[in-house]
């Protein structure tokens, strides 16, 4: 067989542009398993910290402890490139144990009023702790900040928290990007989230609320 059908055993993948690898990394559809490829050499150590789209999910998985799941949102959070913009940010923790604090949720979404341009989604687990204990959700309060950059936001299954949305500004137009809100199994401050729809949020033309 000639050696160009059989191959010559050179890395030609790693010889691509970033863009082109983020674009294959993208379609992993999980930001673990994206960087777990920074071990396959030096040129692929940095890439996965430029991806365009984080996924950390899978909100099903029984056996992946929800502190770990927590801490690796975290690392990967601050590992990505500074100069990065995120086009797409989805956190979906996995049904187990214990519950995801409110800080951890809160350093999230201001992580995705920096540097998100394009869609969030934030999935948490339900209601109970891994000892079957109801967690009451009255002292779980989660700041959303503006996220100028945010063309959809949808927050699922978050009961185990309450969502409080910043006082509308003077100047008006703090969501100025929000074309689409989802909030479906979520506690919010009523007359907060009033606020914000009626003078915060110009472009928005899909809104969803159920089970608030």
């Known amino acids: 067989m000639a050696a160009d059908q059989a191959g010559d055993g050179a890395d030609h993948i790693s010889g691509l542009p970033d863009e082109l690898l983020n ?43 929800v502190v770990r799941a927590q801490d690796r949102v975290d690392a990967a959070l601050d590992a990505l490139a500074a100069a990065t913009t995120v086009s797409r940010l989805e956190l979906k923790m996995p049904y187990s144990s214990s519950h995801v604090a409110p800080e951890r949720v809160s350093s999230w979404l201001r992580f995705a009023s920096r540097r998100l341009a394009g869609e969030l989604h934030l999935l948490l687990p339900c209601g ?59 506690r919010v401050d009523g007359p907060e989230l009033e606020g914000v729809l009626s003078s915060a949020c110009p472009r928005l033309k899909k809104l969803a609320l159920l089970g608030i």
């Open 128 to 186: 109970h702790g891994g000892d079957g204990v109801k967690v009451e959700p009255e002292q779980r309060r989660v700041a959303v900040p503006v996220c100028a950059g945010a063309t959809a936001i949808s927050f699922h299954h978050v009961m185990s928290h309450t969502l409080r949305f910043p006082p509308p500004t003077p100047a008006g137009g703090a969501f100025t990007a929000l074309a689409t809100l989802c909030i479906l199994q979520a």
């Open 23 to 65: 674009g294959i990394l993208v379609h992993l559809r999980c930001t673990a398993e994206a960087a777990r490829t920074s071990v396959l050499s030096r040129r692929w150590r940095r890439v996965w910290t430029t991806l365009p789209e984080l996924y950390f999910c899978d909100e099903h998985e029984a056996a992946e402890p």
